[in-house]
């Protein structure tokens, strides 16, 4: 199975010289290369029992999460330059540029999302992904933004958005009863795209480590709760030996394709 873990970057330092890209009213600047930044990390419950989060506000007397964080500082590598070296098969992620300007421009609404993205997201995995897909089925998407009352806020601890259970479940969910165990005698990968809604993007952005450079010992399923439902996302403990990149600048017309789950 191939995951790519993510985080947002926290307290980013860069170690090379800023890049400048103007735009018609100001200059931005946008940080390049190599950085150390600390991200937040999978720690059990202390009392040993299964890891849960509620995804919006829990029950009286439950904390959001039973268990904790533990930050480490990291080394996160820009792939600016380096985009043809990475691919879903290999390293869970991949990167494409120079795409059209979405139809979509706002992303405020969720129904004008569906009717406008959707399509374009469908076609661009259709074209993108390597051994060629036969059908693509979108089921979800996030918005999230940094301002204060936010819906949803980036999340700034690593983790995988889908397991092995959670994938095969969504494919129940979202296929008919028939199609579904005939699909997952296939080939069946559940891959997030990932854009800016304002590039070039100057900070906080997106990490996401080489999933062969994550040992599966120290991915957790966590039990994910809905108010209508129950699914999994895994936690990622630390690791010494992961290898975390970011893609420095990211612009609207690029895209992080992130591999959750293969059947493969």
């Known amino acids: 199975m191939t995951t790519t ?3 947002t970057q926290t307290q980013t330092q860069t170690q090379t010289q800023t890049k400048f890209a103007t735009t018609p009213d100001i200059d931005i600047v946008i940080p390049r290369g190599p950085t150390r930044a600390t991200l ?3 720690s059990p419950p202390p009392d040993g029992s299964a890891p849960y989060n509620y995804v919006e506000t829990p029950p009286p007397s439950h904390p959001q999460r039973n268990y904790a964080e533990a930050p480490h500082p990291v080394t996160i590598s820009d792939i600016r330059g380096r985009e043809s070296e990475f691919s879903t098969d290999t390293s869970g992620f991949a990167v494409l540029q120079n795409l059209p300007a979405s139809a979509e421009r706002d992303l405020t609404d969720d129904d004008q999302i569906k009717q406008t993205y959707y399509p374009e997201v469908q076609k661009l995995l259709l074209e993108n992904l ?6 693509v089925v979108i089921f979800d998407h996030t918005i999230r933004r940094s301002h204060p009352g936010a819906r949803r806020a980036p999340v700034t601890r690593a983790h995988i958005d889908q ?4 994938a095969e ?3 129940y969910q979202h296929m008919s009863a028939h199609e579904a165990p005939e699909l ?3 080939r069946v990968r ?3 795209v990932w854009r800016p809604l304002n590039g070039p993007v100057v900070s906080s952005p997106l990490a996401f480590a080489d999933s062969r450079s994550v040992p599966d010992s120290e991915i957790v399923g966590v039990e994910h709760r809905y108010p ?5 996302t895994a936690g990622v403990k630390f690791s010494e030996g992961a290898e975390w990149f970011y893609w420095s600048g990211i612009g609207n017309g690029e895209r992080i394709l992130l591999q959750c789950y293969d059947s493969a």
């Open 5 to 7: 873990t993510t985080s």
């Open 40 to 42: 937040t990390f999978y």
């Open 130 to 135: 390597p051994g060629k897909a036969d059908r």
């Open 163 to 166: 397991t092995t259970r959670s």
């Open 169 to 171: 479940a969504r494919v």
């Open 184 to 186: 997952l005698k296939g």
């Open 190 to 192: 559940l891959v997030n």
């Open 228 to 232: 209508d439902r129950v699914g999994e």
